[in-house]
């Protein structure tokens, strides 16, 4: 009875962990084509020399460091909420968001072989990559059961209104 109950927020914590799972995986790339248009690839060979001089504890300091600065714009981002300026809190929030994702996703990849050299963190990291597969699989009917509504193979309402869309849609794109 109490883990049916429990059910939804599970699965609601497995979509908001994959989500920050996406962005990561996602943003990485964007930020590595910022390192392609601006002298940011020399400076990450920089600091990959200069992480290498260092201790494992602290090139964990080097991975937390630079995402600090987010937080004070998360901050900006809440009081705009609460002085009722809604699109531009929520575009500071979800830049900060962006900001502070990207900047960790670069910092970790020069950083990772260092911080896998420290026992309690390969198991961190092994334990949180392993909650992502157990998130994924969790969600995973979901967006399925998703994946067959968007198809429209039903035949209720909604397939059929999907289908609407979708052939919409599709004259759109052909009309073009």
Do not use: C, N
């Not at 896998?116 to 092994?126: I, R």
């Not at 509504?149 to 052909?174: C, P, T, Y």
């Amino acid at each position: 009875m109490m883990r049916r109950l429990l059910q939804p927020i599970w699965v609601l914590l497995a979509i908001i962990f994959l989500i920050e799972a996406w962005l990561w995986d996602h943003l990485e790339p964007i930020v590595a084509w910022f390192v392609a248009l601006i002298p940011l690839r020399a400076f990450k060979q920089w600091l990959a020399e200069r992480i290498d001089t260092l201790s494992p504890a602290m090139t964990l300091i080097v991975f937390i460091v630079p995402v600090i600065p987010a937080f004070p714009l998360k901050l900006v981002g809440f009081w705009l909420l609460t002085h009722e300026y809604w699109i531009s809190a929520i575009l500071t929030i979800i830049f900060a968001k962006f900001l502070g994702v990207g900047v960790a996703a670069f910092i970790f990849d020069v950083t990772r072989p260092k911080l896998l050299e420290m026992e309690w963190f390969e198991t961190l990291y092994e334990f949180v990559m392993g909650l992502r597969a157990k998130a994924s699989a969790l969600v995973e009917p979901i967006k399925q059961r998703i994946r067959e509504a968007l198809g429209g193979g039903g035949d209720g309402w909604s397939s059929r209104v999907l289908r609407l869309i979708q052939r919409f849609r599709k004259s759109v794109h052909e009309a073009r």
